[in-house]
């Protein structure tokens, strides 16, 4: 399967703002964007024309980037949520929050969506007491995350389970450290999603 493989710090340059893709190092004084806060690039410092279209452009990009989806999958997605009632952009942004990689992120118990995706591929995380390995997975309201109980002792969740608490977990998810299990209450509305995203741009993009 096509997936990037780059510098994950290029694309935060590129759209000029964090989009918290590596972790911790995001909040250090070694994120790159801190040092170049300019895109990549021999013209990276050029001064660009910022038409209707880039701008659509760019914010589709960034969406897609924050939460590791290629093009392809990306469309599936949108016209998902146009097929939905309610409002397209929103609808989308719901989707995207609902794959199980996110979830896992979410919880606290990954440090990027990237290192969530790869829990969810090896097998570490049960949805609803089954085994599954695809990231793309959606979860809905009742559902239970876990941590499969051979995998517990591994550091990535003994670290989240000694962190617990310290992490501000989504009002629409509830964790409960003991057993890392995450319990799903709903999908989210668009006032509590907190991706640095205009929606709007996205869907103007695609109705054109």
């Known amino acids: 399967m096509a997936r990037y493989t780059g510098a994950d710090c290029k694309r935060c340059r590129r759209e000029k703002q964090k989009l918290f893709l590596k972790g911790a ?6 994120c790159p964007i801190e040092i170049r806060p300019y895109p990549p690039g021999e013209h990276g410092r050029g001064r660009t024309k910022d038409s209707e279209y880039l701008l659509q452009m760019r914010e589709k990009q960034k969406c897609a ?5 290629l093009e392809k999958q990306f469309r599936g997605y949108y016209g998902e949520a146009n097929r939905q009632s309610g409002k397209t952009g929103e609808n989308l942004l719901r989707i995207l929050e609902s794959r199980l990689d996110n979830v896992v992120y979410r919880a606290g118990f990954a440090k990027s969506r990237d290192h969530a995706r790869q829990l969810v591929r090896h097998g570490h995380i049960l949805l609803n007491g089954r085994k599954t390995d695809i990231p793309s997975a959606r ?9 499969r109980e051979s995998s517990r002792p591994l550091t990535p969740f003994q670290v989240a389970q000694a962190e617990a608490g310290e992490r501000t977990v989504p009002a629409w998810l509830e964790i409960v450290p003991s057993g890392l299990r995450i319990l799903v209450h709903a999908l989210p509305e668009r006032q509590v999603i907190d991706t640095q995203v205009q929606e709007q741009l996205i869907v103007e993009l695609y109705s054109k």
């Open 25 to 30: 190092k995001c909040d250090s004084a070694k």
């Open 65 to 69: 980037r924050i939460y590791g989806i």
């Open 139 to 147: 979860v809905s309201p009742s559902d239970i995350v876990e941590v």
